[in-house]
Nanobody, 122 residues
Framework: QVQLVESGGGLVQAGGSLRLSCAAS????????MGWCRQAPGQEREVVAA????????YDADSVKGRFTISRDNAKNTVYLQMNSLKPEDTAVYYC???????????????WGKGTLVTVSS
């Protein structure tokens, strides 16, 4: 079973930047598509970005397009989410997820980290 551990969350002012990291265990990280999802209080979990196992293709939600960038380093078993121009509405717990198939549907993602909180102040 793949274990995922997120880091890099914190408090940032609107307009600022954060870089989230997700460290994965195991020897099969490179076989998984990866994604970043977020969940704000009272809202459903949504996929904000996803990336294929090779890193060749990415998905970005309309709400973060042009501001967030997902990337991965398979040699380091790590996936990243660079978040720029942060807005208060980006405040949420951000989760790293892994899936056997490339997907932008949260319910189809199979493995999840415990999340890291991102708070954007106005």
């Amino acid at each position: 079973q793949v274990q995922l551990v997120e880091s890099g969350g914190g408090l940032v002012q609107a307009g600022g930047s954060l870089r989230l990291s997700c460290a994965a265990s195991g020897r099969t990280f490179s076989s998984y598509a990866m994604g970043w999802c977020r969940q704000a209080p009272g809202q459903e979990r949504e996929v904000v970005a996803a990336i294929t196992s090779s890193g060749g293709n990415t998905y970005d939600a309309d709400s973060v397009k042009g501001r967030f960038t997902i990337s991965r380093d398979n040699a380091k078993n790590t996936v990243y989410l660079q978040m720029n121009s942060l807005k208060p509405e980006d405040t949420a717990v951000y989760y790293c997820a892994a899936s056997s198939q490339y997907t932008a549907v949260a319910n189809l993602m199979e493995y999840w980290g415990k999340g890291t909180l991102v708070t954007v102040s106005s």
